[in-house]
């Protein structure tokens, strides 16, 4: 299974490389955004965009509201996984 978490970009890195910072629930990372610009939404367009982030790859766009359910899906999921590991 595949997991895609949700983050938002805050800053572009790298144009050339097409590089971007995003936050994923607090924590920073540099991911990869060429999966989702094109000449429509060029690198810069991209910042405040919502993403699903996948082994280092923005794989693709989502909107505000699915990307805070999802965290809070995540989130209920690791607070039953931590109740059951003890």
Known sequence: MC???P???IEITNVNHKLALVNIGGVKR???????????HPPEACIGDW??????FAMN???EQEAA???QLL???AAVQ?????
């Not at 540099?30 to 429509?40: H, K, L, T």
């Not at 931590?82 to 003890?86: E, F, I, M, R, V």
């Open 3 to 5: 997991l895609g978490i």
């Open 69 to 71: 359910e999802t965290l």
């Open 30 to 40: 540099e991911v990869n955004i060429a999966c989702i610009v094109d000449e429509q």
């Open 61 to 63: 766009r989502i909107n």
């Open 82 to 86: 931590a109740g059951t590991s003890t």
């Open 75 to 77: 989130q209920e999921l």
């Open 7 to 9: 983050g938002q970009i």
């Open 51 to 56: 993403v699903l982030v996948h082994v280092g």
